[in-house]
């Protein structure tokens, strides 16, 4: 399947983003997706996953709380990343992927499924 991740943009510290993942050439349904963030100079994280099927989900712990992880309702082609309560630190390039391995690999930060492209997130104090 192919992934495309888009609503990243600029935001001031307490604001808030959506993030989309729309997904084309298959379904979700039987996956986890997954999003990532690489922040410049820093490794690339883990930061939620929903296992689709299930509706689980995984937060690292600094979003708990404030980031939400949610699928469309009506299809299985689109999983939403919602941020509020940014944080300078939260500024980041945010994919999206699948994960085989049902969010055990995005946990460690890896994930060996379909990537999408990165958007910018960038919060100012």
């Known amino acids: 399947v192919q992934l495309q991740a888009s609503g990243g943009g600029q935001v001031h510290s307490g604001g808030s983003l959506r993030l989309s993942c729309v997904v084309s050439g298959g379904s979700l349904r039987y996956v986890a997706v997954a999003w990532f963030r690489q922040a410049p100079g820093k490794r690339r994280e883990g930061v939620s996953c929903?296992?689709?099927?299930?509706?689980?989900?995984?937060y690292a712990e600094h979003v708990k709380g404030r980031f939400t992880i949610s699928r469309d309702k009506a299809n299985d082609t689109t999983v939403y990343l919602q941020m509020d309560d940014l944080k300078p630190e939260d500024t980041a390039v945010y994919y999206c992927a699948t994960d085989p391995s049902l969010c055990a690999a995005t946990m460690t930060g890896e994930s060996r499924g379909d990537w999408g492209q990165g958007t910018l997130v960038t919060v100012s104090s």
């Open positions: 929903i296992i689709m099927l299930a509706k689980t989900t995984w």
